[in-house]
C-alpha cells in the first residue's frame, strides 16, 4: 500500500483500517501523522454530531406506542365484545332477574382495578394530548362531546370489566387524578367512594357515568361541572345527579 | 427503543434539520416499527431496520407535500477566535456539516453517528460501496475546506 492508497482509505473511514493499512502506518511516519490528525478530526465531527436529545423523548415515544397499541387492543375488543357482551349481558339480566341483585363487581371496584392496573408511563406524563384524540376516542364509543377540557395528558378508550370507556388523566399537582367516562351505562345515583388510598367519585352524565378516581378530592367539584358542560352542555341548564 | 431513540433522533435532526420535525420522524418510525415488528428478523438489525423506516418516513414527508430548502442554523465560520470554547467548536463544526448537500452529509452521518460501514451505507441509500467511499472522503474535505479555508479540495490529507 502507498502513501496515496491509504489517505484515500482514511478519508472514506478514518475507523475501519485494514491490516495492511495499519502495516503502512508503521512505515510511514507522515501517514502515522496523518491517521492520529483525522482521529482528532472525527472526534471533532462525532461530538458535533452528537447533539442533545430533547428530555422526555422516549417517555414520549412509549406512550405513543402504548396509547396506539391499546388503540388497537381496543378495537379487537369492541368486535370480539359484541358476541361476548351480548352473551354476558343476557346472563346478567337473566341473574337480575331471577335474584334481582347487581353484578358481582361494581364499577367503583372494576374502575379502580383498572387504573391501578395501567402503566405508571401513562399516569406520569405531563405532556398535554391534543384535542382532536380526545374527541375521536369519544365519537369513537359513539358519544359527542363539546368542547374539550384542557390538562388532559392521557386519553385510551378501554374496556373495565364489561363497560366500554373512554380513560383519561388529568394531573393535579404532579398526582394523577383519573377521569373514566363509562358510555352508556349510567349509573343511578351519584356516589363518593374509596378504595385503599384512592377516593372516588361517580357522578351520572348525559347517557353515561363519569368516574373520578385520584389521592386528593380536591379537584372533584371541578371536574365533574366541567365534564357535565362538555357532555350536557352548559352546567345551569343540565339536569344532573348534583 | 430507549436504547435506538436518542440516535434516531440525532439521525432524524440531520436529515431534516428541525427539533419538532426530528422527533415527529422519531415518533412514526417506532410506531411504523412497532406495527410490523415480525418484519424484523433478528435484533442485531433492529438499527438499521430503524433506520431504513425513518428514511422512508422523512421521504414521505417529500411526497406528502413540498418541504422548504432545510435552513440549518448558519454561523460565522471565520469569527472562531483563539481558543474557542468546546460549545463554540462544536457550534462551528455543526454549522459546516449543516452546509453539506445532503449526498454528502447523509453518508458522514451515517458513518460517524451511526456506525455503520461502507457496505452498510450503500445498501441503506442504494448505491455502491464505491460511491459511498467517494461521498464520505469529500464531505470530509469539504468540511476541512470549510473550517481550515486554507485547504485545496484536491488535497489529500497533506499529500502536495
Known amino acids: ?242 | 427503543m430507549r436504547a435506538h431513540s436518542g440516535e434516531l433522533y440525532r439521525y432524524a435532526y440531520w436529515l431534516c434539520g428541525e427539533n419538532a420535525l426530528a422527533q415527529d420522524l422519531v415518533q412514526e418510525t417506532f410506531l411504523r416499527a412497532w406495527r410490523s415488528l415480525d418484519a424484523l428478523r433478528e435484533t442485531v438489525a433492529a438499527k438499521a431496520w430503524l433506520t431504513t423506516i425513518l428514511r422512508r418516513e422523512h421521504a414521505r414527508l417529500y411526497e406528502r407535500k413540498p418541504m422548504p430548502t432545510t435552513d440549518f442554523t448558519d454561523l460565522d465560520l471565520s469569527d472562531t477566535g483563539p481558543g474557542p470554547e468546546r460549545t463554540g467548536e462544536d457550534a462551528v463544526m455543526r454549522a459546516a456539516i449543516a452546509k453539506l448537500e445532503p449526498k454528502y452529509r447523509e453518508p458522514l452521518v451515517l458513518q460517524v453517528l451511526g456506525g455503520f460501514s461502507c457496505e452498510e451505507i450503500a445498501r441503506e441509500l442504494g448505491i455502491t460501496e464505491a460511491a459511498v467511499m467517494t461521498q464520505v472522503f469529500r464531505a470530509r474535505q469539504k468540511l476541512k475546506s470549510m473550517l481550515d479555508g486554507e485547504v485545496r479540495e484536491a488535497e489529500v490529507y497533506g499529500l502536495p
Not at chain 1, 180 to 196: I, K, L, N, Q, S
Open chain 1, 1 to 242: 500500500m502507498d502513501c496515496l492508497e491509504f489517505r484515500r482509505l482514511l478519508g472514506s473511514d478514518p475507523r475501519a483500517m485494514s491490516a495492511a493499512a495499519r502495516e503502512h502506518m508503521e512505515s510511514c511516519p507522515r501517514c502515522a501523522q496523518a491517521f492520529a490528525d483525522a482521529q482528532a478530526f472525527e472526534t471533532r465531527i462525532a461530538h458535533a454530531l452528537a447533539i442533545d436529545v430533547p428530555e422526555g423523548l422516549a417517555d414520549r415515544v412509549l406512550l405513543t406506542q402504548l396509547t396506539e397499541e391499546r388503540r388497537r387492543r381496543a378495537t379487537g375488543f369492541r368486535y370480539g365484545w359484541i358476541a361476548l357482551a351480548a352473551a354476558a349481558a343476557l346472563a346478567v339480566v337473566v341473574g337480575v332477574v331471577q335474584r334481582g341483585t347487581a353484578p358481582a363487581h361494581s364499577l367503583p371496584d372494576l374502575v379502580t382495578e383498572h387504573v391501578n392496573g395501567e402503566e405508571r408511563v401513562f399516569l406520569s406524563n405531563r405532556t398535554p394530548v391534543d384535542a382532536g384524540e380526545v374527541e375521536r376516542a369519544f365519537a369513537d364509543r359513539g358519544v359527542r362531546i363539546g368542547s374539550v377540557p384542557a390538562g388532559i395528558t392521557y386519553v385510551s378508550e378501554c374496556p373495565v370489566g364489561a363497560y366500554r370507556t373512554v380513560h383519561m388523566v388529568m394531573p393535579e399537582n404532579d398526582k394523577p387524578v383519573s377521569v373514566v367516562y363509562v358510555v352508556h351505562h349510567r349509573a343511578p345515583a351519584g356516589d363518593e367512594f374509596t378504595r385503599g388510598n384512592l377516593k372516588g367519585r361517580e357522578v351520572p352524565i348525559a347517557d353515561g357515568t363519569l368516574v373520578l378516581l385520584a389521592e386528593d378530592t380536591s379537584r372533584f367539584d371541578t371536574l365533574e361541572h366541567t365534564w357535565r358542560d362538555a357532555l350536557e352542555g352548559r352546567p345551569d341548564i343540565a339536569a344532573g345527579s348534583r
